[in-house]
C-alpha cells in the first residue's frame, strides 16, 4: 500500500505501533521471552538411554482475531474511546497469562499508552464521596465511604431504597409524557471500553480454524508443496530452448455457424391452429445449415418437393388442367394462341405480342370502374392469410388469371410455396412447398400464355424454368454472377431480362438459348426492371448507386446506352415501377421517400415521406400501383399498409387488421382482380386484402 494513499487513522495506527515496538525493544521484552522459552525447552529434556530423540514440539494454535476498525465501520479517527497505542499494547494473539491468586494493584493490571493514570482513580473517589454527601442530605443515615466499610453503617439495611426510591417514584409520574421518537444516539455518546476478546470466537470461526490446521497436516503427509516447488523448477527448466528449434502450432481456423433468428407464431401473434404451412413440413426445411450446393442441370418436381408426405402429384395435375382451362378461355375471347400442353407457345406465337391485345383491353375495362373502389371497402379476414415459407419472403405474384385463386411466394433460402386460396377441398386451403434454388429468390415470372410454365431467378446466378407437365425445374441460364432482378415485357414471352452482378443488364432470349444483350446501366446492383404499359419499349431500372433511370430499347448501342431520365435520391432506390396508365412513375427509396414523377418526360417531381428504414431483418420496401394511378400502396413498420395519393401528395389512409401480426414488404395486386391485395412478410406469410 503507498503511503500517499494512507488514510488519516491509518498514519495514526502505524505511528502507534511503530512507537509500541520501541517501548517493548527498550524494555526488552522479546529477548526475555525467548530466553524463558529457550529454558522451558531445556526443563522437557529428560535423557531415558543413550540415544536422545528429540522431542516434538507442540503446535501452538494462535486464535483467530477478527477485528472491526473504526474505518470499517464508518467511524471518524477522533471517535472517544481507548486509543490505539492502548488497543495495540494488548497483545490479541498470546495467550492470556496464569491466575494471580492473592492481590493485584491496579498499577499492575492497567493497560494504557503511559504510566499508570492516578487522576482517574481519584476522579472515581471524589464521585463515590459527592453521591454519599447526596444521599445524606435526602436523608439517607449513611456515613462516608472513605471512614470505613459502608456495612458497618448500614446495619442489614437496604441502601438507596428509602429516599432513592421515593425521588425514582417522582420521575415516574412525568414518565407517560416522553416521546419514543425523542430517543437519540448521537456520534459523541459512544466509545470502545475493551479489546475483542480471542474467546469470544463464534461456532463458524472455530470451526474454520480446525479445518485450517487439518488441511496444513494432510499437505504436509501429502509432501504437496515440496512436489509442486519440483514441478514449478522442471517447467522452468523445460521453457528455456533455442529459438531456432521452437515449432509454433498453426492456428486452427474458426467454423462460423450461421445464426438463424426465427419468429415463431406465438411471437408474432398467431394462433396455432393458422391456416398454411404444416409444422412437419417446416421441420423439414433445416433452418441452421447452409443451403446445399446448387444443381448445373434440370431438377426434378419429385426431389424439390418439401412436405410431410410423398410428391403431391394432384397439385401438379390441378396446374396443368387449370392452364389448359385458361388456355381454351383466351382462345374463346379472340387469343390466337395453342394450347401449352400441345409444346411450346412460341411456335404457336410467331412473333406476335401475347397477352396485349383483349388481355390489355378488358385491363383497361376493368380501370375504368377502379374510380369507384372505396379504400374502407379492402378488408383482411382471417381465412385470407397463410404461410407458404418457413423464411423472408423476397418476392410474392398473383397467377395472371381470373380463373386461377393461386399466389406463389419466394423466400430467402429458395424455396418457393404455392397457395391455392380458390382451392374447394374440404382440408382448407392449400399450401405446397418446393426447394428449387440454394440462395435467395430474386424474382418470379408466371407465363400468360401458359399457367404451368414459372420462371425463377436467385442470387446464386440461376434461372430456372419449372414446367408442370414436364414435373421439373429446368436449368435455362446460369451465371457466375448475382442475379438480383427479373422482369419480362407482356408484348414479348422469348425475352428475359434481368439485373446480373454489379449494373450489368441482360436479356435472354429462350429461343436461342443464349444473351442476346448485355450491357451496365449502373454502378451497383439493379433491384427492379419494369416496363411502360403503353409503350413496351421504354423501360424503367433502379439501383443501388442512388438513381433511377429511363432507357429507350430502340435506341440501344453495343456499348452503354445514354438513359432518357436520371432520377437521383440521395440514397439507394430499391424500386421504381410504372403506373397502369404510363404516366407516372414512382421510387421507393431509402432516404425515407416515395418519389412520383410525371408529363411528359416525367419532368415534374414529387416526394412524400414514408419511413423506409426495415433493417437487417425484414426485405425492403417497394411501393406499387394499384390498378390505376390513383394509388399506391407500400409496406408499414406497424404492421399496415400505407396507401398514398399521388394527387394529395400523402399517405391517405393506412390499411390494419387485428389479424395482421407481421409487417408487409413485397406486395402484388392481383391483375384481373380489382381490390385483391397480397402482401409478403419476413416470417413467410401472405396476407391478402379482398374489396366487398
Known amino acids: 500500500m503507498a503511503s500517499q494513499n494512507l488514510t488519516e487513522y491509518e498514519r495514526k495506527r502505524l505511528k502507534n505501533v511503530r512507537r509500541n515496538n520501541e517501548m517493548l525493544a527498550a524494555r526488552k521484552i522479546h529477548s526475555k521471552a525467548s530466553e524463558v522459552s529457550a529454558a522451558a525447552k531445556r526443563s522437557r529434556v529428560a535423557p531415558k538411554s543413550n540415544t536422545v530423540k528429540s522431542e516434538k514440539k507442540p503446535k501452538t494454535e494462535t486464535p483467530l482475531v477478527i477485528r472491526q476498525s473504526l474505518r470499517t465501520r464508518g467511524m471518524p479517527p477522533d471517535s472517544e474511546g481507548l486509543k490505539d497505542i492502548a488497543l495495540e499494547s494488548v497483545n490479541m494473539t498470546e495467550i492470556s497469562p496464569a491466575k494471580v491468586l492473592g492481590p493485584l494493584s491496579m498499577r499492575d493490571a492497567y493497560e494504557g499508552d503511559d504510566e499508570f493514570d492516578r487522576s482517574f482513580v481519584e476522579a472515581i473517589v471524589g464521585l463515590a464521596k459527592k453521591e454519599a454527601h447526596s444521599l445524606s442530605l435526602n436523608g439517607e443515615e449513611i456515613g462516608s465511604c472513605a471512614e470505613g466499610d459502608a456495612s458497618n453503617d448500614l446495619k442489614g439495611r437496604s441502601v438507596g431504597t428509602s429516599c432513592d426510591l421515593e425521588r425514582r417514584k417522582e420521575e415516574y409520574k412525568v414518565w407517560g409524557s416522553l416521546k419514543l421518537e425523542s430517543l437519540t444516539l448521537d456520534s459523541q455518546n459512544r466509545a470502545r471500553l475493551v479489546p475483542m476478546a480471542s474467546q469470544n470466537l463464534t461456532e463458524y470461526e472455530l470451526k474454520r480454524l480446525e479445518n485450517i490446521r487439518r488441511n496444513d497436516e494432510m499437505l504436509a503427509a501429502l509432501k504437496i508443496h515440496s512436489k509442486a516447488s519440483e514441478v514449478s523448477a522442471a517447467a522452468k527448466r523445460s521453457r528455456v530452448a533455442p529459438k531456432s528449434y521452437t515449432l509454433k502450432s498453426e492456428k486452427k481456423p474458426k467454423t462460423e455457424t450461421p445464426v438463424v433468428i426465427r419468429q415463431s407464431l406465438r411471437t408474432r401473434g398467431m394462433p396455432p391452429d393458422s391456416e398454411g404451412l404444416k409444422d412437419i413440413a417446416l421441420e423439414s426445411v433445416n433452418m441452421t445449415e447452409i443451403s446445399p450446393a446448387k444443381v448445373l442441370g434440370p431438377l426434378s418436381m419429385r426431389d424439390a418437393y418439401e412436405g410431410d408426405d410423398e410428391f403431391d402429384r394432384s397439385f401438379v395435375e390441378a396446374i396443368v388442367g387449370l392452364a389448359k382451362k385458361e388456355a381454351h378461355s383466351l382462345s374463346l375471347n379472340g387469343e390466337e394462341i395453342g394450347s401449352c400442353a400441345d409444346g411450346d407457345a412460341s411456335n404457336d406465337l410467331k412473333g406476335r405480342s401475347v397477352g396485349t391485345s383483349c388481355d390489355v383491353e378488358r385491363r383497361k375495362e376493368e380501370y375504368k370502374v377502379w374510380g369507384s373502389l372505396k379504400l374502407e371497402s379492402l378488408i383482411l379476414d382471417s381465412e385470407n392469410r397463410a404461410r407458404l415459407v418457413p423464411t423472408r419472403i423476397t418476392a410474392v405474384q398473383f397467377f395472371p388469371s381470373s380463373n386461377v385463386k393461386m399466389i406463389v411466394a419466394g423466400d430467402k433460402f429458395g424455396n418457393l410455396g404455392f397457395w391455392n386460396y380458390g382451392s374447394s377441398s374440404n382440408e382448407g386451403n392449400e399450401v405446397h412447398l418446393y426447394h428449387p434454388h440454394?440462395?435467395?429468390?430474386?424474382?418470379?415470372?408466371?407465363?400468360?400464355?401458359?399457367?404451368?410454365?414459372?420462371?425463377?431467378?436467385?442470387?446464386?446466378?440461376?434461372?430456372?424454368?419449372?414446367?408442370?407437365?414436364?414435373?421439373?425445374?429446368?436449368?435455362?441460364?446460369?451465371?457466375?454472377?448475382?442475379?438480383?432482378?427479373?422482369?419480362?415485357?407482356?408484348?414479348?414471352?422469348?425475352?428475359?431480362?434481368?439485373?446480373?452482378?454489379?449494373?450489368?443488364?441482360?436479356?435472354?432470349?429462350?429461343?436461342?438459348?443464349?444473351?442476346?444483350?448485355?450491357?451496365?446501366?449502373?454502378?451497383?446492383?439493379?433491384?427492379?426492371?419494369?416496363?411502360?404499359?403503353?409503350?413496351?419499349?421504354?423501360?424503367?431500372?433502379?439501383?443501388?448507386?442512388?438513381?433511377?433511370?429511363?432507357?429507350?430499347?430502340?435506341?440501344?448501342?453495343?456499348?452503354?446506352?445514354?438513359?432518357?431520365?436520371?432520377?437521383?435520391?440521395?440514397?439507394?432506390?430499391?424500386?421504381?415501377?410504372?403506373?397502369?396508365?404510363?404516366?407516372?412513375?414512382?421510387?421507393?427509396?431509402?432516404?425515407?421517400?416515395?418519389?412520383?414523377?410525371?408529363?411528359?418526360?416525367?419532368?415534374?417531381?414529387?416526394?412524400?415521406?414514408?419511413?423506409?428504414?426495415?433493417?437487417?431483418?425484414?426485405?425492403?420496401?417497394?411501393?406499387?400501383?394499384?390498378?390505376?394511378?390513383?394509388?399506391?400502396?407500400?409496406?408499414?413498420?406497424?404492421?399496415?399498409?400505407?396507401?398514398?395519393?399521388?394527387?394529395?401528395?400523402?399517405?391517405?389512409?393506412?390499411?390494419?387488421?387485428?389479424?395482421?401480426?407481421?409487417?408487409?414488404?413485397?406486395?402484388?395486386?392481383?391483375?384481373?382482380?380489382?381490390?385483391?391485395?397480397?402482401?409478403?412478410?419476413?416470417?413467410?406469410?401472405?396476407?391478402?386484402?379482398?374489396?366487398?
Open 438 to 692: 440454394p440462395a435467395p429468390i430474386s424474382g418470379i415470372l408466371v407465363q400468360r400464355h401458359c399457367l404451368s410454365k414459372i420462371y425463377t431467378s436467385c442470387y446464386d446466378g440461376l434461372v430456372r424454368l419449372m414446367d408442370a407437365e414436364k414435373e421439373v425445374f429446368d436449368l435455362v441460364f446460369n451465371s457466375d454472377e448475382t442475379l438480383y432482378s427479373l422482369s419480362q415485357p407482356n408484348n414479348d414471352a422469348n425475352c428475359l431480362y434481368f439485373g446480373e452482378g454489379p449494373g450489368g443488364l441482360t436479356i435472354w432470349d429462350s429461343r436461342t438459348g443464349r444473351c442476346s444483350s448485355q450491357w451496365v446501366l449502373h454502378d451497383s446492383r439493379i433491384n427492379t426492371i419494369d416496363f411502360d404499359p403503353e409503350n413496351l419499349h421504354i423501360m424503367a431500372t433502379s439501383s443501388s448507386d442512388g438513381t433511377a433511370c429511363t432507357w429507350d430499347l430502340r435506341y440501344t448501342k453495343k456499348s452503354k446506352p445514354s438513359a432518357l431520365r436520371t432520377f437521383t435520391p440521395q440514397r439507394a432506390v430499391h424500386s421504381a415501377y410504372f403506373s397502369p396508365s404510363g404516366r407516372s412513375l414512382a421510387t421507393t427509396s431509402l432516404d425515407d421517400t416515395i418519389g412520383i414523377y410525371d408529363g411528359a418526360n416525367f419532368e415534374n417531381a414529387s416526394t412524400v415521406f414514408h419511413f423506409n428504414q426495415t433493417g437487417r431483418w425484414l426485405s425492403t420496401f417497394r411501393g406499387i400501383w394499384g390498378w390505376d394511378d390513383s394509388y399506391i400502396f407500400v409496406g408499414n413498420m406497424k404492421r399496415g399498409v400505407d396507401v398514398i395519393s399521388p394527387v394529395h401528395k400523402k399517405i391517405v389512409t393506412t390499411l390494419q387488421s387485428p389479424h395482421m401480426s407481421a409487417i408487409p414488404c413485397r406486395f402484388d395486386a392481383h391483375p384481373f382482380e380489382i381490390g385483391t391485395l397480397a402482401g409478403g412478410t419476413s416470417g413467410g406469410q401472405v396476407y391478402m386484402w379482398k374489396s366487398f
